[in-house]
């Protein structure tokens, strides 16, 4: 199978072209984003190269997926290619609908246009609201949805649109809703950045610092889980549900911390006196999040936070040019 990622060179996208190439069952993974993967990036990829290609194209544009699919003879689609809230999409609010809404189109469009049957796409956590619209349980696909900004309305809007795709031109689509995204390279909103940061720094040597307490939890999905369910999920024809959570438990930055310094002993990383707002709860994402339905339909389960944070590390090392680290420094710490 030829599998075009759009989005290809961004967090999620990079990793899942890895992990579906990765697959001896993939012929060809095609990146289609509007920068090129970075250097450091395609030394995971080098020893699949005859396997990847990468071409520039924007989510936006129809034809630039069109072309992709034309070139490349692509039999199935995934779209990793979003824009998260924050500075950009504050300031300018038209090209968030471009992205994450016309682009989520296009894709199921170029889909219907090439005769693709099989697409994987971005949906969010964000859809369900706050915590507190759910009480003290874990959220689970079958809730119903009370997302709370344009960002999060949009990928709701992309999974009725999917919908009307699937009933209309029998197209199996399957979104996946992200919790917070974490991995080397991450950087937007702030609690991706801090997520981000806690790892990579340290990694290389460099401090990190942060004004709050972190003692806040945040459901968190490793890029690397997020590749490798999407690699299931595309292979498969189609799946016994619209939609899967991907999402580990109630997880702080002190306890990334934690593992962080099990393999670096000296990391210098310190936390200010800023406690989690006492109504986190009525607003925001929630921080728990159900995973069951990924584990009966696919056999999917997450990383442990260990092995997770490792490659995070290593990638960080990968791109300052430093040796990986290969095992746990301190294990019993």
């Known amino acids: 199978m030829n599998i075009l990622v759009i989005g290809g060179t961004g967090l999620f996208g990079r990793k899942t072209a890895l992990h579906l190439l990765q697959d001896k069952e993939v012929s060809l993974v095609v990146a289609m984003d509007v920068n090129p993967p970075k250097d450091w990036a395609m030394k995971e990829i080098d020893i699949y190269k005859d396997r990847f290609s990468f071409v520039r194209g924007d989510v936006s544009q129809l034809e630039d997926i069109m072309g992709a699919i034309k070139t490349y003879s692509i039999d199935r689609i995934v779209n990793w290619a979003f824009l998260l809230p924050g500075l950009v999409l504050q300031s300018n609010p038209r090209l968030s609908v471009k992205v994450n809404a016309l682009g989520m189109c296009n894709g199921f469009e170029a889909a219907r246009l090439a005769g693709i049957s099989r697409v994987v796409y971005a949906s969010s956590e964000g859809v369900y609201g706050p915590q507190d619209e759910y009480g003290d349980r874990e959220v689970t696909e079958d809730d119903a949805m009370h997302p709370g900004s344009a960002y999060a309305l949009m990928k709701q809007f992309a999974e009725i649109l999917a919908a009307q795709y699937t009933q209309q031109y029998g197209i199996n689509l399957t979104a996946l809703r992200p919790t917070i995204g974490y991995g080397h390279g991450g950087l937007n909103p702030d609690v991706v950045k801090q997520f981000g940061e806690i790892s990579s720094l340290p990694a290389i040597g460099k401090p990190i610092s942060f004004d709050v307490d972190g003692t806040n939890t945040s459901s968190l999905a490793s890029a690397d889980d997020i590749g490798e369910l999407t690699r299931l999920l595309i292979k498969a024809p189609s799946s016994p549900h619209t939609a899967y959570n991907v999402g580990g438990p109630p997880t702080s930055l002190r306890d990334v911390a934690a593992v962080v310094r099990k393999y670096i ?21 929630p921080w728990k999040v159900s995973m069951s339905r990924a584990k009966q339909d696919f056999g999917f389960s997450m990383l442990p936070l260990e092995e997770a944070v490792l490659i995070h590390i290593n990638d960080a090392r990968t791109e300052a040019g430093l040796k990986p680290i290969t095992r746990l420094i301190n294990p019993k710490r």
């Open 265 to 285: 002993p000296d990391a210098n990383i310190t936390f200010g006196k800023q406690a989690p707002p006492a109504d986190r709860g009525k607003r925001g994402i």
